[in-house]
């Protein structure tokens, strides 16, 4: 196999686990948000969904963010971000972006090679 396929193939298995991500049950992907907000280390501040996430499950989050702990007071923002799932925290002016787009780039580099092991041998 050629190197641009290889290349194609492993892209399109991030893309999968994106997609995979992005279709968890409610249950499963409000605990995986609610424990991504944590790792922040910020516990009050704006936080933006896309448009989908806000709808469905967006005050659902919130509340269960801050039912957590003293001092967690997040609210959720009028506006939406354009990506297939996770937030922006937006605390003045500081935004962590922790959208599920980011969150598989980051891991991509450190996780090639093991996925490139599972391809191809």
């Known amino acids: 196999m050629?190197?641009?396929?290889?290349?194609?193939?492993?892209?399109?298995?991030?893309d999968a686990?994106?997609?995979?991500?992005?279709?968890?049950k409610e249950e499963d992907y409000l605990e995986f948000l609610t424990s991504a907000i944590q790792a922040t280390g910020i516990a009050e501040g704006e936080l933006l969904l896309n448009a989908k996430d806000r709808?469905?499950?967006g005050e659902k989050l919130v509340k269960k963010f801050n039912s957590m702990g003293k001092g967690s007071n997040l609210t959720l923002a009028e506006d939406t971000i354009?990506?297939?799932?996770?937030?922006?925290?937006?605390?003045?002016?500081?935004?962590?972006?922790?959208?599920?787009?980011?969150?598989?780039?980051?891991?991509?580099?450190?996780?090639?090679?093991?996925?490139?092991?599972?391809l191809f041998g």
Do not use: H, Y
């Open 82 to 118: 354009d990506a297939k799932g996770g937030f922006v925290l937006r605390k003045g002016s500081m935004e962590i972006n922790s959208t599920l787009e980011t969150m598989v780039g980051g891991i991509r580099e450190a996780a090639t090679p093991d996925v490139v092991k599972a």
């Open 55 to 57: 709808k469905a499950i």
């Open 2 to 14: 050629k190197l641009g396929a290889k290349q194609a193939l492993i892209s399109r298995c991030f």
């Open 17 to 24: 686990a994106l997609e995979q991500l992005a279709d968890m």
